[in-house]
């Protein structure tokens, strides 16, 4: 039986317009400039009040349709990516199908924090490796601005909004060699509370009876150093198994594209693995942390600046609430 490969076709992004400068945030929380940009290396994101977590994943999914040349009516399946849905019921995927016309798609939201592009892309590759969808948009999509708390200096210096998209399709070419090579997608539950945020209110907690109801448990609160120090491991060895299992090495990676959560992570990468660091991309200086929409925003600006091209090796990596992380290869 002919293997069949899940190929990249099509990227899609989508930021709001309102540019969240550092200059504002110094007049919201006791911070500055220079503590945001020597930790973080973020100078700026974009958010969007008002907007929806769905809005922002039509755009984003329009725009990978067009640059696939897909008709929507070719999508066999949909999988939305979000730890900020508008609603639980419907799912967010619902008004995204709808909105796009994906009128043949099955629909599914998924939850896997910062590394739910990974996850996602996966998922998609599953399906089309076992012969149960053909073309398959994955959409990420984050309105971080609403549980982040504006009088936390600690967490609202780091969080955007943005919503990044891709169509990956079945390809039975035995001559082809690109398409997702392989992936490692893992969890940590023993970090669970390192980025905690309520979805529905906990009146009793069995394990936490010091969580008490408050309207501040909406808000995502983050043990940051709990959360880089669990990184600082997780990410290579999820980048190495994720090789290994592709029967690749560092040598072979033309990019790595990891989660736009902090610096120190992608100084981690470039030492542990001996990659150069312009051949790891980062835009968080503009966008800031856009938790699952991270990656694929990265990746349509690399498409859209002509940075991607056939045969590249290209290495995806997400970390984040769960704690989830993971990595997949991929072969333009
Ligand atoms: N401005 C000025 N000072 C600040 C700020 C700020 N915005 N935030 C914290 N500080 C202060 C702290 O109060 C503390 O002061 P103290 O020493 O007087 O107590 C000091 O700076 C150091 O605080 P730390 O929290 O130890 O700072 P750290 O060096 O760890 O940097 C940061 C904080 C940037 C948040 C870092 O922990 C980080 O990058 N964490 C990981 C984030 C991440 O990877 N998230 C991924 C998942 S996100 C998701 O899934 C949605």
């Given at each position: 039986m002919a293997t069949i490969r899940s190929l990249l076709i099509g990227t899609g992004s989508y930021v709001p317009d309102f540019v969240l400068t550092n200059d504002i945030l110094e007049e919201l929380v006791d911070t500055n400039d220079e503590w945001i940009v020597k930790r973080t290396g973020i100078r700026e994101r974009r958010i969007g009040p008002g907007m929806t977590t769905w809005q922002m994943g039509v755009e984003a999914g329009r725009k990978a349709l067009q640059s696939a040349k897909?008709?929507?009516?070719?999508?066999d399946m949909l999988i939305l990516s979000t730890c900020?849905?508008?609603?639980?019921?419907?799912?967010?995927s619902g008004y995204v199908q709808e909105a796009l016309g994906l009128k043949k798609a099955a629909a599914v939201d998924i939850n896997a924090c910062c590394t739910g592009f990974c996850y996602a892309s996966d998922i998609a590759d599953c399906y089309i490796k076992a012969g149960k969808a053909k073309t398959i948009l994955v959409v990420s999509a984050e309105t971080l601005h609403r549980i982040t708390d504006y009088t936390d200096r600690g967490t609202c210096v780091l969080f955007g909004d943005a919503a990044g998209a891709a169509v990956y399709r079945a390809c039975e070419d035995e001559n082809e060699q690109s398409g997702i090579l392989s992936s490692f997608m893992a969890a940590d539950g023993?970090?669970?509370?390192y980025l905690y945020m309520e979805a529905l209110p906990v009146e009793e907690d069995p394990l936490h009876s010091d969580r008490k109801f408050s309207e501040k448990n909406r808000f995502l609160k983050m043990q940051g150093a709990a959360v880089v120090r669990f990184t600082a491991s997780a990410v290579p060895h999820a980048i190495d198994m994720a090789l290994q299992r592709a029967g690749l090495?560092?040598?072979?990676?033309?990019w790595v594209v990891p989660h736009q959560a902090n610096l120190r992570i992608l100084q981690i990468i470039a030492q542990k693995f001996?990659?150069?660091?312009?051949k790891i991309y980062v835009n968080m200086d503009r966008y800031g942390n856009t938790s699952s929409a991270s990656i694929p925003l990265c990746l349509d600006e690399m498409n859209d600046k002509g940075l991607l091209k056939k045969g590249q090796v290209i290495v995806c990596t997400g970390f984040g609430g769960g704690l989830t992380y993971g990595a997949f290869v991929l072969r333009l």
């Open positions: 897909v008709p929507p009516e070719e999508i900020t849905p508008d609603t639980y019921s419907p799912t967010v023993s970090g669970a509370d090495t560092a040598a072979d990676v033309d001996g990659i150069p660091n312009e």
